[in-house]
């Protein structure tokens, strides 16, 4: 197949089990969002699907072919992640000269226009730049390298909102002038809801949600009204948490309403993706 | 252009409906260009493909046209195709709510009739 196949995918660390057995399949010219709570295993297994760490289980194709240590496969991914390889002298515009030596198709234009908009110094060391300014530089890194394949690790760490706000809009211009894969893991799930196409949730080391945005949202519903209504309607249906206060309650329904009657006092409205995120990888708690 | 992300609303029904709004209000005129997908992704961080899947709904609509390799553009008669779509709509849209609001109210159909007067006679000083 075309696109990148994600196979039965464990690690362990020590005793540990971080991925437990992920299988999921990314297309091509599509943007998916990819997330989970810290410690989840996402940073793990964006690290695999690169061949920079490698899996206790479970293999990587990309087209059909498997990508460990094979330097062309690899050659079509580019993981932007926390961690600094740098070296500690490196200037900005020495940085972009590498990487443009080792990814074929590097947009040294649209990185320099980038950090003119940007405001990031090309002429300043690396090691010298803020937490901020050094996300910036591996967002540019990351528009401009021309690969097919984009992982975004908490892309908007340290960022300003401006900046924030910035990053997403060039992401989406470089998409819509170039259509690549992109695939962002980040905490900040509002922001990226209307973006991403394609929603993969980790909880504990294991897939639970693989579908459309669009198709997640259709069937995620708030129940609110008086408790004891509310539990009567939600009655028999994939409840997957609750808010209280005093007697009135909000049930967050995962699924189908069927046809059943709605009392009249009980309201239903749409969950957006974070509110069923906090619901469905809070370890089955209630919020109450 | 205003999105509100917390409704209920799919965003792709979102996008078709502002647009809509805007040739409404005479924000877009008939023949106009409409801003491109792109742009409008851009400015609100939303997916390419949603953007485009509002605007094909308008297309199907007939409310914009697509030129080739130029953009889309408000077609003509648009704007009085809105309008007659929305007078359609008007009476389980808004009476059907204000009446039975009303009668949960115990608001008489005298008093309210007397209510629509005094709103007509409200927007008659506001123009």
Redesign the interface.
């Known amino acids: 197949m075309k696109g990148i196949e994600v196979k039965q995918i464990t690690k362990r660390y020590g005793k540990k089990v971080i991925l437990n057995g992920i299988g999921f399949e990314l297309e091509p010219n599509k943007?998916y969002g990819l997330l989970g709570r810290n410690g989840a295993g996402k940073s793990t297994l964006l690290n695999i699907m690169t061949d920079r760490v490698s899996a206790d289980d479970g293999e990587i194709r990309l087209d059909g072919v498997d990508i460990q240590d094979n330097d062309q496969q690899l050659g079509n991914m580019y993981l932007m992640s926390e961690v600094d390889l740098y070296p500690k002298a490196a200037k900005v515009s020495q940085i972009f000269k590498w990487t443009a030596q080792l990814y074929n198709g590097f947009d040294m234009e649209l990185a320099m226009k980038l950090a003119q908009k940007f405001d990031l110094d090309v002429k300043a060391q690396f090691s010298k730049l803020s937490t901020g300014y050094r996300t910036i530089m591996k967002l540019i890194i990351a528009l401009s390298v021309q690969v097919e394949f984009i992982f975004l690790d908490e892309p908007v760490l340290g960022l300003d909102a401006n900046h924030r706000?910035l990053f997403?809009?060039e992401l989406?211009?470089s998409?819509?002038?170039n259509p690549r894969t992109f695939v962002i893991s980040t905490h900040l799930i509002?922001?990226?809801?209307?973006?991403?196409?394609h929603v993969l949730v980790i909880d504990q080391g294991r897939l639970i949600i693989d579908d459309e945005t669009?198709d997640i949202?259709?069937n995620a519903y708030m129940i609110s009204g008086a408790e004891e209504e509310v539990d009567q309607y939600v009655d028999g249906l994939n409840v997957i948490g609750s808010d209280k206060l005093a007697s009135l309650k909000a049930s967050y329904v995962f699924g189908e309403l069927d046809n059943r009657v709605i009392p009249d006092r009980v309201s239903i409205?749409?969950m957006?993706l974070q509110t069923l995120f906090i619901n469905l990888t809070n370890g089955g708690q209630n919020n109450e | 252009m205003q999105f509100n992300f917390n409704s209920t609303e799919p965003i792709y029904l979102q996008v078709a409906r502002q647009i809509e709004d805007a040739i409404f209000t005479g924000g877009f005129h008939e023949g106009e260009q409409v801003p491109s997908t792109t742009e409008i992704s851009r400015e609100f961080h939303i997916n390419p493909a949603t953007v485009l899947k509002g605007m094909n709904l308008l297309v199907s609509q007939g409310l914009i046209e697509k030129h080739r390799g130029v953009g889309m553009f408000v077609s003509k008669g648009a704007h009085g195709q809105i309008i007659q779509a929305r007078q359609q709509d008007f009476y389980e849209k808004y009476v059907i709510k204000v009446v039975t609001e009303a009668v949960k109210l115990d608001i008489s159909k005298e008093e309210l009739n007397r209510l629509i007067e005094q709103g007509y006679q409200y927007e008659g000083n506001r123009s």
């Open positions: 943007i706000d997403y809009k989406v211009q998409y819509s002038d509002e922001e990226v809801a209307q973006l991403i196409e669009e949202l259709k409205d749409k957006d």
